[in-house]
């Protein structure tokens, strides 16, 4: 950890908004507030809870957040709804448009795997002018071997460089995986990472407190991962959401992140 930690301290640190969004629902001014005072530095969205790129983006200036990214499902994606969602997120100040999960036309078998990567090509294309990237988010099923190939193998030999590889260090767990060979495999495209913990016997855990091997982790992701933020999500809990997401910062910081 100390070889890397003078690196680390430059990898700013954000929350996928999908662990609090209970609380996101109820008062979502009041969240971003709350998070930046916990020491976040950004945040991650998933969802925009009605309200314009104009005042979100106030909200992220007023607390001193930035635009670590959003996960968009991949029909805003297509079409003419591209440009809609990049001039949305341009504003936002946003330049990571993450997919954070496909329907199942698009993932039932290895050639379907074989052309969505080629629609991702296609959308990435069409960000490239917009000053927006596209990229592909991790759960289980992308690490369970189909027709005796890996899914993200897949799709990531066949998607152009640009395309962000999303790992998810504790979903990719769930799925018998670890991130950490794939990150190696695909050099300088880790540019957004989720942290999240893996308990081996299920129990929740907050970032730092489980399973998963952080130290090498994180010595990747600021080495061949070419990683621009860390990004916490938790979805397994044991207290209260904004409790568990400041515990995992906590946490994070104790590691010397």
Known sequence: ????????????????????REDCAKDFPGVLKQVAAM?????????????SAADLRRMLDDNGLRCAGTHTGIQTLLGDELEKTAAFNRELGNPFLIVPGLPEPY???AAAWASTAETFNA???????????????????EFTPMEGQCPWDIFFSRTRPE??????????RHGGADVIPFIERYP???????????????????????????DRFFAV???????????????????????????????LRRMGK
């Open 163 to 172: 395309v962000v590889m999303q790992v998810d260090s504790g979903n990719a």
């Open 123 to 141: 959308i990435a294309e069409r960000l490239r002018p917009l000053g927006c990237k596209t990229g592909y988010h991790n759960h289980s099923i």
């Open 188 to 214: 300088g495209r880790a540019l957004t990472v989720h942290a999240k913990e893996w308990a081996a016997d299920n129990r929740p855990a907050a970032v730092g407190e489980g399973d998963i091997a952080w």
């Open 1 to 20: 950890m100390n070889q890397t930690s003078a690196v680390s301290r430059k990898i700013p640190l954000a929350l996928q908004l999908y662990s609090v």
């Open 221 to 251: 992701c600021e080495t061949v991962g070419a990683t621009q933020w860390y990004i916490v999500e938790q979805e397994v809990y044991g207290c209260p959401p904004m409790e568990c997401v400041r515990k995992c910062l906590k946490n």
């Open 107 to 109: 993932r039932v078998n």
């Open 39 to 51: 020491g976040y530095q950004g945040v991650e969205f998933a969802g925009y809870y009605n309200y």
